[in-house]
């Protein structure tokens, strides 16, 4: 425990800031009332892991890893989801967009059903689908979630991008069918105004958005009752985005980082279904061998300590047990100077995730990737 508050402690970040013993608890992560000043690091302790957490700007906490759960089937998912829980992930990713939430609901409400876990000790979070993006959207398609998962509210509900598609009744899967999605016109001022009504209700403890660019952030910023608390983008050691998430941390907004891991599967996922993708493997990086091998650790194991450092909360997806809880034991050594300069000059703005799947989407007006961040 002590390694882990000294480790706490070393973690760079201004989000992140001493906390005592006696903060070091098992939190209920929708509990507003924790005891403390603004962003104080937990702790949760789970099958022997001990696992931090960042403060949301809406004084919730969440936990500072998440478990990612896009491009598996619905029965490889709840074995896979089922181990992660029993790893100690209490963090879970979902979408709408994924088709995913209705095994995950089922893993869900098993654990908690048979008394192995609380519903206020899982932080969930889910997505408003490009298909949803508009203010009927949102109360539509969060319902729909909330059904899917069998929970009464999220405790985080992104907009999973700006970009807005006609709704459709039958959704294509977006891995399965290239998805004839037909552009739509897309206020994110009038949807960002039907999630806060949403989170007003109950429904969510707290919204945010993912894909957004900052100057889209800047118009919700300048127009929002309620500010966004988190924004989710994608983060590797190719694609750091530290602008933006400069940017983030200024305005006490935490940042998810996606496919941290750079996406294995991406490539093999998508050549099954027709469409060749040449994404280089960030984890065979030379640089990154070299630091895992200095600190025998994992490659895998070194980026997502990484995004600790940068205060960022990684959401690694794996469904081989040994390597979830791989992933989870990150907490306990630490990058130093050296190491950090050597990852940070790996940043080369390669981005993989360009959703072209989404029809023509890359014309949208909204369409967030034009702009270097
Ligand atoms: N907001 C968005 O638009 C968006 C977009 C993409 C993804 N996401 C979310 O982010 C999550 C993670 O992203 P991702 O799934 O694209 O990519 P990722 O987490 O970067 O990579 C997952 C791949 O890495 C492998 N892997 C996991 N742990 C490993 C380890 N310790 N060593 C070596 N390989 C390892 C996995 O294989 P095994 O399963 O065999 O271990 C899998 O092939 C998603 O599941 C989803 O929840 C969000």
New binding site residues.
Partial sequence: MFRLFLSCCNLNSSLLCRTTASEICKVNYSDRAVKSSKNILYTQTIQKMHIPALRLNNGNVIPAIGY????ENDEALEKALDSALKAGYRHI???HF?MNEKPIGNVLNRWITEGKLKREEIFLVT?LPPFGNRPAGVKKYLKQSLENLQVEYVDLYLI??PFGVKDVEEVPHPGISSGNFELDTTDILSVWKEMENQMNAGLAKAIGV??FNKSQIERLLKNCTIKPSCL?I?I?GYLQQNELVDFCKTNNIIVTA?????????TSFSAKRGTKLDLPDV?SDPTIQKIAKKHSK????VMLRFDIQRGIIP??????PE?MQ??LDIFEFELDEQDLKELKSLDAGIRF?HFRNVGCIAEHPEYPFENKF
């Fill in positions: 990612g759960t896009s491009r990713d979902t979408a994924y997505k999973h991008g993912s894909n989710q994608e590797h996606f496919s941290p891991l750079g996406s294995r599967s991406m984890l994992t490659e895998a194991q959401i690694p997806k794996s469904s081989n390597r791989q992933n995730f």
